[in-house]
């Protein structure tokens, strides 16, 4: 059996995705993952804490990317006739989102498959919830970073959240012609409406 492999954590996803659409979460077991993978028990717990886990492999890294993609993005103007205080960080916060999305583009399928998992199985709800959470945290550390105020920084960081999930299921529910990219901007867009009072 193979011991470690670049690839191991992506065949031990995998593997759980199959057998849990095979068989249903609670029947799946480690073992069976890793015999599935081709791995070993020991293997799987250096990629993975718990079953659980698993099926969140594609967003541990994602807070880290959004904050290296806030770190990257231009500065908006410090004061612009018109313009709220603070809609500089709002625009940081878009760049940055739509930089790190990207690779998102190219697991559309396993991202579909763990979203139909998730959704049957109380335990992965909660701990989809707990990721939406760092995800806030990242953004509003990438804020403060750039000297925007720590209560500001929070409210666009929730905000950033909310927009990007709702694009992201927007994206998987429609037919895969239209990247991510373009309803993360229609979810701006209308997010602006509404705060301008034009819904």
Known sequence: MTRWAPDAALRLEAAALDL?????YAATTV?????RAGLTTRTFFRHFAD???V?????????????AAL????????????????ADAVDVVR??????????????????????????????????????????????????ER?????????VASVAVLVFERALDAWLDSPPTRPL??????GWRELDEVLRHKA
Not at 20 to 24: F, I, L, N, S
Request: hydrophobic letters at 45%; aromatic letters at 4%; charged letters at 30%.
């Open 31 to 35: 073992p069976q993952i890793t015999a």
């Open 95 to 144: 760049q940055g989102i739509a930089r790190a999305v990207s690779p998102l583009e190219g697991w559309r399928e396993p991202i579909l498959r763990r979203r139909a998992i998730i959704r049957a199985e109380d335990q992965l709800r909660e701990r989809e919830l707990l990721k939406s959470a760092h995800l806030a945290d990242a953004i509003a550390g990438g804020l403060v």
């Open 55 to 67: 099926f969140f492999l594609r967003d541990r890294e994602f807070p880290r990317v959004i904050a």
């Open 20 to 24: 849990v659409e095979e068989q249903g």
């Open 71 to 86: 770190e990257g993005a231009p500065a908006g103007a410090d004061a612009v006739e018109g313009v709220p205080a603070g």
């Open 181 to 186: 990219a373009a309803f993360l901007d229609e």
């Open 51 to 53: 079953k659980r886990d």
């Open 147 to 155: 000297s925007v105020a720590p209560e500001r920084a929070r409210l």
